[in-house]
RNA sequence: GGUCCCGUAGCUCAACCGGAUAGAGCAACUGCCUUCUAAGCAGUCGGUUGCAGGUUCGAGUCCUGCCGGGAUCGCCA
């Protein structure tokens, strides 16, 4: 039982003892540092049934537990808040704990909760290249999954690729029209890239055909639906779903080239999945559902023939299933891959990491299917974060304005390289690396820093991205965390020159800053449980970049290697050990590198 | 218009289930490298938590109204 559950036992038997009356669960907060003590107890609930001051309540509990509870130095009391100040044993015995389950961690916690969790993330259309969004969506997703893995769950990483469709029509279109059978190799352009710019090059002559018919007299809507352009790319579509050879070959053939460049985005991101579904295999498959819910009466059919739910007692729409036409929606496909996942994993729980913009969407995909009663449509939960704006507002391709996912990449790596060579010239260091080395770690450190900008932000919130400013190196950043480790493994080879080893030595007396250190250490489980629990990666990134500034200010006051006794000098070193080591543990559960020097 | 989300320091973000004097980083300004890596440490400056009520021992947090921003309400995905 942990230090907290303890002390939490120990008050309720103090109030029983003291006061004769049983009270619901106590609960303890961390003290807050402006005060002496590391776990408080708030006395002002129980003034009702106690009938007396919380002063009193305080001092009388907290004298309870200094004569009473071996865990307990001291204890002051400030209005009606308890601190408790631990004694040293704690501390020391705490991080002796602590250590021991580091050295074992992560293997210690995997599967140990018989559950399984699919999360789905990245989730591209292959008609362009990734973009900042989505490199959101990737790391939440990746660390989200990694952060479950670390929590007992057995994880299964997907992705849903929307690979059929009018947009890749458009592309298609554009590129047999204009490509002159340029290829990613011919070209030298990575072939999302290339394909992607077909896109574009179909929206400009799409939008001046457009432009055109109006001039002519034409309304925009009756314009955009007109214009040749978007006829021949409907009429692909149809030939796509007839499944005409020629338009298959060119749609394997840029579906192709447009996934191998994701690939090698993925592979530079450091993110991966443990199966792909493609729309083009899943999207008739919810037919059978769409057919299943008409039986069941769940469904209705109009006189069109289209194919209906209606939510409108639960605060939702009527959503349409299936077209007049027989040929499936968005939605319908989502029914079909949700239960083809089901079949083949069989899933407690099914994660999917989307955009806030498809909060109703979702909702009303998890209505349908808890109507239809399909086992898992209680896991089902949507990781909806908030979108990724720049200074000029909201991302548009049309305008230009996107953030190309491999041109951000690229240029944090670049920066990392100019800043850490200056550093690495200051300090004499850097004939130490070889060339491959020092490559390693620019990637490391600028992916590291674009990385922990994006994830340290609550998911729900959306966040600005400022391309002049957003990547820093220094503060609240993944260069500070990574120095920090770097930093500390300097110190650790060094002990390991002069023979200090760590150790838990009962008689030493801890400072203060040790205490906190100590404290937030063992911390960590928790976090790593209130992370998942709340799905949110930051609540990790938040907890280490505080590790990471207590051990700095630790560091800059006490000496380690240098310490006044041989006993100090022990326990620092397994403070820092822990520290190291927590610190890549867990920015590992970020997807984040950290070198051991740097 | 209906539904949902958001509004905290000049900027970017925190604040556990309602707890103490709302915290960090960036920016600006001071100090600190003959001692374990200065991407660091210590400090100064910066706030009517959008506004107005309400609930209670206590509200950034819960409730109501208003103001401002965003998303969504397609036989698009």
Excluded at 117 to 131: D, F, G, I, Q
Excluded at 396 to 414: C, M, N, Q
Excluded at 512 to 541: G, H, N, W
Excluded at 555 to 577: D, G, N, P, V, W
Aim: charged share 25%; with cysteine.
């Amino acid at each position: 039982m942990n230090v907290q559950a303890q002390l939490e036992n120990a008050i309720s038997t103090a109030i029983r003892e003291l006061f004769d009356t049983e009270t619901a669960a106590v609960s303890l907060q961390p003290t807050r540092k402006e005060f002496k003590g590391t776990y408080t107890f708030v006395t002002f609930p129980l003034t009702k049934t106690l009938r007396r001051k919380p002063e009193e309540i305080a001092q009388a509990i907290g004298e309870w537990l200094q004569s009473n509870s071996p865990l307990v130095r001291a204890f002051n009391v400030v209005k009606g808040f308890l601190n408790i100040e631990l004694s040293n044993e704690v501390f020391v015995h705490a991080l002796a704990d602590y250590s021991r389950w580091l050295e074992a961690f992560p293997n210690n916690t995997r599967h140990s909760k018989q559950e399984k969790v699919v999360v789905e993330y990245s989730s591209p259309n292959t008609n362009k290249p990734l973009h900042l969004g989505h490199l959101r969506n990737n790391f939440l997703g990746y660390s989200m999954a990694t952060i479950l893995e670390a929590n007992g769950y057995d994880v299964h990483k997907t992705q849903i690729i929307n690979d059929r469709g009018i947009h890749i029509c458009k592309s298609m279109l554009a590129y047999q029209r204009f490509g002159k059978g340029e290829t990613p190799e011919s070209s030298g352009i990575k072939g999302d890239h290339l394909v992607g710019h077909y896109y574009v090059v179909f929206e400009r002559h799409y939008r001046e055909q457009v432009k055109a018919l109006m001039e002519q007299g034409m309304s925009k809507e009756e314009a955009e639906k007109e214009a040749p352009l978007m006829k021949e790319a409907q009429e692909m579509l149809r030939q796509w779903e007839a499944g005409n050879p020629e338009v298959r070959a060119l749609w394997e053939k840029m579906n192709r080239w447009v996934l191998d460049g994701f690939d090698e985005t993925y592979r530079k991101i450091g993110v991966s999945f443990d199966s792909v579904y493609y729309e083009s295999d899943t999207y008739l498959l919810g037919k059978d559902i769409v057919e299943e819910g008409l039986q069941k009466g769940i469904f209705f059919k109009k006189e069109d023939g289209s194919v209906w739910v209606d939510l409108s007692d639960e605060g939702l729409d009527q959503k349409l299933l299936l077209r007049g036409d027989g040929t499936s929606v968005y939605i319908t496909q989502d029914l079909g891959t949700a239960e083809k996942r089901y079949q083949e994993h069989h899933m407690q729980r099914m994660i999917y990491v989307v955009g806030n913009e498809q909060d109703y969407h979702f909702k009303v995909l998890f209505a349908i299917l808890k109507r239809l009663g399909r086992p898992y449509a209680d896991g089902l939960f949507h990781l909806s974060y908030g979108m990724v704006d720049l200074p000029s507002g909201k991302m548009k391709s049309r305008e230009g304005t996107v953030v190309d996912a491999d041109d951000l990449v690229a240029e944090v790596i670049d920066i990392a390289r100019q800043i850490t060579e200056e550093k690495l010239k200051n300090s004499d260091m850097l004939d130490s690396f070889t060339p491959d080395e020092l490559n390693k770690l620019y990637e490391i450190i600028g992916l590291g820093a674009l990385k922990y900008f994006l994830v340290r932000v609550d998911p729900k919130k959306r966040m600005l991205f400022n391309p002049q400013e957003s990547i820093d190196f220094e503060g609240d950043a993944a260069p500070f965390i990574q120095y920090t480790h770097a930093r500390i493994c300097s110190v650790l080879r060094k002990a390991g020159e002069s023979q200090i080893k760590a150790a838990f030595p009962e008689n030493h007396a801890l400072s203060e800053q040790e205490e906190q250190l100590v404290f937030t250490l063992t911390q960590f489980p928790e976090k790593l449980d209130e992370a998942a629990r709340t799905y949110a990666p930051s609540v990790l990134a938040q907890y280490i970049y505080e590790l990471t500034r207590l051990y700095n200010s630790f560091y800059a006051h006490h000496s380690i290697l240098k310490a006044e006794t041989s006993e100090a000098a022990s326990f620092r070193l397994a403070i820092s050990q822990a520290t190291a080591q927590t610190i890549r543990k867990g920015m590992q559960l970020l997807g984040i590198e950290v070198p051991e020097r740097m």
